[in-house]
């Protein structure tokens, strides 16, 4: 089945840096990329995807890059800020799972203020 | 907007005792999930129903079991708790066709003693 490894598994940058989480999948027919953000105590919620007919994706300070040759898909956090600050989770939807994700482990992220 | 709700916060209860967890969302969504999340070990599938009275396995269905008679409603039995079970699990919903986005509720962190 499908897997997903996500590095790293913490990340501590300045605010103003840029933060970049990096996720490998093993199912080459996974079509359907998302990042979730959790912050603490809250449900995670989805910030940005990517499908697999596309390489990159932006929506204002992130964006989204995929290497389908490679398989792996980035998550890029430029001029961050304090708000930035939680767990990012990524997932791939292998082709035959429907509606399932299947997520990384997560990479913790703090911006110093 | 999408609203999943989860019937506690926190709870805790005893080894051996049988654990009901409910879920509620008011989408219409066909598609509900239970997670479980661990630090370092990301969100992990235990149940996934994509209709009621429909269920299939996860990656961690040992356990645990589901229920759902309405389609709203979608609830994880855990039939004898047992401490290795104390977790913060997460429910979700989503659509089918379209969007893969996934909707979740606020988490119910589940002690067992």
């Known amino acids: 089945g499908e897997n997903v490894e996500q590095h790293p598994s913490t990340l501590s940058v300045q605010e103003g840096d840029s933060a970049v989480i990096k996720c490998t999948y093993s199912?080459?027919?996974?079509?359907?990329f998302p990042w979730y953000k959790q912050e603490l105590g809250k449900r995670p919620q989805l910030i940005i995807d990517i499908r697999s007919n596309v390489g990159e994706k932006k929506d204002q300070r992130i964006a989204v890059t995929l290497n389908k040759t490679a398989k792996h898909f980035s998550l890029h956090i430029t001029e961050t800020q304090p708000e930035d600050s939680a767990v990012y989770f990524c997932?791939?939807?292998?082709?035959?799972?429907?509606?399932?994700?299947?997520f990384g482990a997560g990479t913790i992220l703090r911006v110093k203020s | 907007d999408v609203k999943v709700t989860q019937s506690s916060r926190y709870l805790v209860k005893r080894t051996g005792e049988k654990v009901f967890l409910e879920c509620v969302q008011d989408?219409?969504?066909?598609?509900m999930f239970w997670y479980r999340q661990d630090p370092g070990l990301g969100l992990r599938l235990i149940y996934f129903?994509?209709?009621?009275?429909?269920?299939e396995k996860g990656d961690i269905p040992e356990g645990y079991s589901v229920s759902r008679e309405k389609k709203e409603r979608f609830s994880l039995i855990l039939e004898s708790a047992s401490t290795n079970q104390t977790s913060m699990y997460l429910c979700a919903s989503s659509q089918t066709g379209g969007s893969y986005e996934q909707y979740f509720g606020p988490g119910t962190r589940l002690t067992v003693t």
């Open positions: 129903s994509y209709d009621v009275k429909m269920k």
């Open positions: 989408m219409d969504h066909e598609n």
């Open positions: 199912d080459s027919a996974s079509n359907y």
């Open positions: 997932a791939a939807i292998p082709v035959g799972y429907g509606n399932k994700l299947v």
